[in-house]
């Protein structure tokens, strides 16, 4: 199916994960890749849509300012923007409705973190039947370690 078919869905891309708090991460070059998707998608006609986190955890990196999206990432005119508190994109929000009113069937998926938010909503697109691609090198994660009370970000 020609490009501007799909939907590119970009997942978390915000200032809050540049925050030293998280620790050492893979891909560093996750932004950039994905800003080269975004570009194709727009240069050919496609739908853009931008997903963000607002925690709901006192100081979290992902509240306030750290919501704001990283540069680059801004939505361009007509592109709407999905705001979440839980892992999926699909949970308290039109994301489902808007993709299907739209007659999308295709989504593209990048973004922060891949064992989170990514991972959950890329599942559950495919579980609600679309039909899904990862871009995994416009992805990334923080290294993490098991510290006997459970997983933590290093």
Known sequence: MP??????????F???FDDPL?????????????RALIAAMRAAGGRVLHVRHLSREAGSPLAGPGAAFKPGFEPGPGESVYEKSANSAFIGTTLEEDLCKAGAREVIICGLTTPHCVSTTTRMASNLGFSVELAHDACAAFMQRFTGGGWRFT
Do not use: H, M, S, V
């Open 3 to 12: 490009l501007p078919k799909k939907t590119l869905l970009l997942i978390d």
């Open 14 to 16: 915000q200032k809050g």
């Open 22 to 34: 998280w620790g050492d991460r893979n891909n560093p070059d996750a932004e950039d890749n994905a």
